[in-house]
């Protein structure tokens, strides 16, 4: 037999015999109580406003309650916003809208439109951002993980220095099981300027470490101003590189990025600097130009 759905009785709130209206004046007294222990601080905040509003907009108690309710949505999911992008340590706000394609256009907008989709996050799939340095890197990086707190993935940015320092500290420490679980958490890992400077002998291999940890689990996106086929150098150990590479690069997306660098521009167009040659003719996996060894920051 088909469950028919019973209408309850409308239900009168607990310890209230009738809503009298002298009970009634009772409740309104304690609204603001009561709206503290359900934890509804924005309808408190805002409660004679929602409902002037409502009233002007003459919404019935259904409509009226729904526009409430919609308030204070916003403003925990406004709260949640504002605390994951604490939580995920990006260095500096960049957006994808703030990023001018014109100006790199060895970039495919829609490409990069498409992994603001954080699709890529969903599936656990990893990225890989190649190029010199000031060509945008990092402000893709800043994005693309604005983007995946947006949608609710947990995010945390660190440089490869930084990570690297923690995971040989922690190993020197006896806390590596601590710091690797740490790292492996979020469902996306953004690590900044691998290859800038050299690594400690046993980085590599706590590097792969946490790659593997991470390995069909959640993203890493990687940046790097060295092309994939250097990353021995960088690893210092050829079996560890490819090791390394192997998983990182199985469900990956590869966007290299050939070109001036953008703080550079400016300058360049002064006549500071004299423009580099274009085009290169390294072609590593991801073929990536050389290294432009210093610039300043
Ligand atoms: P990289 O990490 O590749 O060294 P950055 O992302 O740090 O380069 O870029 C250097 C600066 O130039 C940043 O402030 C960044 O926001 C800005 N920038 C780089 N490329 C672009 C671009 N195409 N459009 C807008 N700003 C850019
Ligand atoms: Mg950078």
């Keep these: 037999m088909a469950r028919t759905r019973q209408q309850t009785p409308a239900p009168s709130p607990a310890g209230l015999a009738a809503a009298e209206p002298a009970e009634i004046q009772r409740l309104v007294e304690d609204l603001d109580g009561m709206l503290s222990r359900l934890r509804l601080g924005a309808i408190r905040e805002q409660l004679d406003g929602l409902l002037e509003e409502a009233a002007r907009r003459q919404l019935n108690l259904r409509e009226a309650l729904a526009w409430i309710c919609a308030a204070e949505v916003a403003s925990k999911e406004q709260r949640r916003l504002s ?9 500096f706000v960049r957006t994808l809208e703030g990023f001018e394609f014109e100006a790199q256009p060895s970039i495919d907008p829609g490409k990069i439109r498409d992994l603001g989709t954080c699709r890529w996050v969903a599936n656990g799939d990893n990225l890989v951002l190649l190029g ?8 893709l990086e800043v994005a693309l993980g ?18 690297l ?31 800038y400077l050299p690594l400690e002998p046993a980085a590599g291999h706590l590097f792969f470490q946490l790659i593997s940890r991470r390995y069909e689990q959640g993203s890493v996106l990687i940046s790097s101003n ?3 086929d250097e990353w021995d150098e960088v ?3 050829q079996v560890v590189a490819a090791a390394i ?9 590869v966007v290299t990025i050939r070109g001036d660098s953008y703080r550079l521009r400016e300058k360049r167009r002064s006549g500071l600097f004299r423009p580099q040659a274009g085009g ?5 996996i991801g073929g990536v130009p050389p290294p432009i060894p210093a610039e300043e920051a």
């Design 146 to 163: 604005r983007e995946a707190v947006a949608r609710g993935y947990t995010v945390q940015f660190t440089t490869a220095m930084e990570l």
């Design 226 to 228: 060295r092309p994939v």
């Design 132 to 139: 010199p340095p000031g060509v945008g890197k990092t402000h």
């Design 235 to 237: 690893f210092g150990d």
């Design 280 to 284: 290169s003719s390294s072609a590593g």
């Design 165 to 195: 320092g923690a995971l040989v500290k922690a190993q020197q420490q006896g806390t590596l099981e601590m710091r690797l679980a740490q790292y492996a958490k979020p469902k996306l890992l953004i690590i900044d300027e691998l290859g």
């Design 245 to 253: 590479l192997d998983r990182l690069l199985h469900h990956s997306h």
């Design 83 to 91: 605390m994951a992008m604490t939580i995920a340590h990006f260095p």
